[in-house]
């Protein structure tokens, strides 16, 4: 139950739009109501109110007291449906998309800027090619080339009994085989092409909204002038030669609109006349804030085209290698052939890497444009390819037997090889952009993205090797693979094996980190008691048991502030342990445990124990992965806890791989913005945006795509927000010191409530300046007493990062933000009517 609202000085009508944060809320708990009303969106994000306020805007005098309460639920955006559950699949696409945004501010250096986008792009096409060789080498290599060559495994799984190479049938020919399960891996492609095109079409297709309240466009650059895409903060841009007008400067058309003058120039800065709001400087648009930042269907249909045929041309590799071997060895027709098309894929290949590297993002305005017809037909020119060398393997080579298995070893090792040169490569750029202006609270000194891009290769190459061991566990029955044990000797590719060996080494790593933190939290809890008990005054009535809680509650949350330390032992030991696993498997030629046949009895029990437990442990890794999913599927509960995981990985728009999940931020921006300028206009009254946790990202975004016009009537309040702690640490270049400080000089006012208690929110450390007072509020107690009181005659609960709006300081600063906004201007009622494209205030599905 929210606290008694203190009365508002006055100053007419007064909206609070209430944002949630992850994990969902429903609007009744938002609302504190159980009579809950829709008034615009659909089932998939929302505005509500209680339904006597349905017609506040008609009753003003009812709400002196106090502002309409209104809840925009979006928990829908990411655990709505079962499919969600396939998203599962795309985990190291999205990780590898976080890493494009993590980008150290350009701070003039357009070049670097670009070419960190163009290598993060890279490292996200290795991942499309990594996931499409690993399904190869399941139905190809595993299934097909080995088990259906073999009698023994083949009787075993009566199914593969048509491909047997023992009873002679029109399938059992090795070419015939391998073209049959090719299926396998281009049905994988086509899925996530499917999931993505499907995702694009209800995310990045939807338009913003267009009319008097769209944000509004920049103007173009002078012509000889190519816009940089990749950059982040808007003064990268400003530094930009050859502009007509000043970046600041932008084409209100919606205003001009509005007051029947036409289209006009209007300066990205406040206005001097709202109250108590002095002239401030000119802010230069953020990158958050530009017309086309939440609107990258462009980018998103060109990426998903060429990674959708990098897939298709990864399995035509793999049947053209494996059939062009065979026809070296053989004169005739069929080695010109093989050679042709061999030529043919690595052509395609070239015009895939030319389309991933051309370009990044457009944001300076909605980008419309289509691409070209080459590029919009590279999927259908890479599958017809891949047919054409299907039936190229199915021709009919009486002499042809499969023995061994498929060159895996130098795919696999040239795709690790590839992944640690362009994160070393990464690491250099993020280093050189960092380093003319270091921030000491940056994540890594800057080199969070390349962390974080090699934690996606990691996690793929998890996902890869745990079903490639799975299936030859499954296949050659008790036998370990590689190690030549009796049964069928079903083996996926020696480098899978030595990465399986490599984990239970990186697990004993991160041992002592783990163990280090442990003892700092115990010790930090110790040295925090003191300041606990002097917090509450409670030296009459200590209590031993109580201030412990309250301050391990304390130590626990700072463990967040140590997540770069862990971040970067888990990255630089899977960096290194993947060289090593490449030196190994190169060098030796056979698994671990058989590597070390000849040397110290200890030595080679070691290598045979870390292979058999790693092998194990990547398997079990997989079968729980596909039960978490199966589980998702069927439990809605659990697909609001997958969610969670998305509400913070999916915020971003997907700029480095288009099979990642979608951006609910593309909808939900659009829809605060739009909801935020509607009020204004149709009431003239104020409004405070209350955005709690990822809420409140999502309202600083919000916030900063308003009309500066419309900013001059919105507060902000921010509470649990991880905008500094975790945003402005590994998203510096959109949420850096600048940045934030920005937004505050842009917005008419902000306010900050955190808990020492909160593991998420904190301090946004926006200091005082030109008169406006310090957007941090003092820190909330938590519990909001210390022991029994007669307000409080139970024991009050540590909230951490949950139920702020109960303490009795939110009702406070809402109020104090309502009292410094300018007083509601008198405004005529609009009539609903058609704004852009077909909007009629309900939010776009």
Not at 155 to 175: E, I, Q, V
Not at 573 to 593: D, I
Not at 732 to 741: C, S
Request: proline share 9%.
């Amino acid at each position: 139950m929210s606290p008694a609202t203190p009365a508002p000085k006055g100053g007419g009508a007064a909206l609070e739009l209430l944002v949630h944060g992850v994990g969902g809320a429903t609007p009744q708990s938002m609302l504190d109501d159980p009579r809950t009303v829709r008034i615009t969106g659909d089932r998939t994000a929302a505005m509500h109110r209680r339904a006597e306020d349905l017609d506040a805007e008609d009753h003003p005098e009812r709400y002196a007291a106090g502002p309409v309460r209104e809840a925009y639920c979006w928990s829908n955006l990411t655990s709505g449906d079962g499919a969600r559950a396939l998203w599962l699949l795309l985990l190291p696409f999205m990780v590898a998309n976080l890493a494009h945004w993590m980008r150290p501010p350009s701070q003039g250096r357009p070049g670097l800027a670009r070419l960190y986008g163009v290598l993060v792009r890279l490292v996200a096409l290795t991942l499309t090619v990594l996931l499409t060789a690993a399904a190869c080498e399941v139905a190809l290599d595993l299934t097909a080339w080995q088990c259906a060559a073999s009698t023994g495994c083949a009787d075993d799984h009566s199914w593969l009994g048509f491909l047997s190479a023992g009873r002679g049938g029109w399938w059992s020919l090795p070419g015939r085989r391998l073209a049959l399960a090719a299926l396998v891996p281009a049905l994988l492609v086509g899925l996530l092409w499917y999931l993505s095109n499907r995702t694009w079409s209800a995310y990045e297709a939807q338009r913003p909204p267009t009319g008097y309240d769209d944000p509004v466009e920049e103007p173009r650059p002078a012509p000889g002038h190519r816009p940089h895409p990749d950059l982040g903060a808007a003064p990268d841009l400003g530094a930009a030669p050859g502009l007509d007008a000043p970046p600041s400067l932008r084409v209100d058309r919606g205003t001009a609109r509005g007051l029947g003058t036409g289209p006009r120039l209007q300066a990205d800065t406040e206005p001097a006349d709202h109250g108590e709001r002095a002239p401030g400087p000119v802010e230069p648009r953020p990158a958050l804030g530009r017309p086309g930042f939440w609107y990258g269907r462009r980018l998103v249909a060109r990426l998903r085209a060429a990674h959708t045929a990098a897939g298709f041309l990864t399995v035509a590799a793999a049947l053209a290698t494996a059939t062009a071997r065979y026809d070296a060895t053989v004169p005739g027709a069929g080695a010109v052939l093989g050679r042709a098309l061999q030529a043919a894929v690595a052509a395609l290949a070239v015009l895939v890497l030319s389309v991933v590297c051309r370009r990044g993002r457009s944001e300076r305005r909605l980008d419309l444009r289509v691409e070209r017809a080459l590029v919009s037909r590279l999927p259908g020119l890479s599958l017809a390819l891949l047919a054409l060398t299907a039936l190229y393997a199915g021709w009919s080579r009486p002499g042809w037997e499969s023995g061994g298995s498929l060159p895996g070893d130098a795919v696999f090792g040239a795709l690790t090889l590839v992944q640690g040169g362009l994160v070393v490569a990464l690491g250099a750029v993020a280093l050189l952009l960092q380093r003319p202006r270091r921030d000491p609270r940056t994540a890594l000194r800057g080199l969070g993205g390349p962390a974080v891009a090699m934690l996606a290769c990691a996690l793929a190459g998890v996902m890869s090797g745990g079903v490639a061991q799975r299936v030859a566990d499954w296949l050659d029955g008790p036998a370990t693979p590689g190690m030549g044990d009796a049964g069928p000797r079903i083996a996926p590719p020696v480098l899978l094996s030595w990465q399986a060996s490599v984990i239970p080494v990186l697990l004993l790593l991160l041992l002592a980190p783990a163990v280090l933190l442990a003892v700092r939290t115990v010790l930090a809890a110790e040295r925090l008691r003191p300041q606990v008990e002097a917090d509450y005054d409670a030296a009459d009535e200590r209590d031993p048991v109580r201030t412990g809680q309250i301050a391990t509650g304390r130590a626990r949350a700072s463990l967040t502030d140590s997540a770069p330390v862990l971040v970067g032992v888990v990255s630089g030991a899977t960096l290194l342990l993947g060289a090593a696993s490449v030196a190994g498997a190169w060098a030796s030629g056979n698994v671990p445990g058989r590597a070390f046949d000849g040397a110290h009895p200890a030595v080679a029990s070691l290598a045979s124990v870390t292979q058999a437990v790693g092998s194990w442990m990547i398997g079990f890794g997989f079968l729980l992965f596909v039960t978490w999913g199966r589980r998702a599927y069927k439990d809605a509960s659990a697909r609001r806890t997958i969610g969670i995981l998305w509400d913070v990985g999916t915020f971003w728009p997907r700029a480095a791989h288009p099979f990642a999940p979608p951006c609910y931020a593309e909808r939900a921006v659009p829809d605060l913005t739009w909801r935020m300028s509607s009020w204004t206009r149709s009431t003239g009254g104020r409004l405070v945006i209350s955005g709690h946790s990822q809420g409140s990202v999502l309202a600083a975004a919000a916030v900063w795509q308003l009309p500066p016009a419309t900013r001059g009537r919105v507060a902000l309040l921010t509470y649990g927000s991880p905008l500094e702690r975790l945003y402005g640490r590994w998203f510096p270049a959109y949420f850096g010191p600048e940045a934030l400080r920005g937004l505050n000089r842009t917005v008419h006012c902000w306010s900050n409530l955190y808990r020492a208690t909160d593991p998420i929110g904190g301090p946004v450390r926006v200091p005082a300046e030109g008169g406006r007072p310090t957007v941090d509020a003092a820190v909330l107690l938590d519990p909001v007493v210390y022991g029994r009181t007669r307000r409080h005659p139970l024991p009050e609960p540590i909230l951490g990062h949950s139920d702020y709006q109960a303490d009795p300081a939110f009702a406070e600063r809402r109020t104090d933000l309502l009292d410094r906004l300018p007083p509601a201007l008198p405004h005529q009622r609009e009539p609903d009517t058609q704004i852009g494209q077909g909007s009629s205030g309900r939010s776009s599905g």
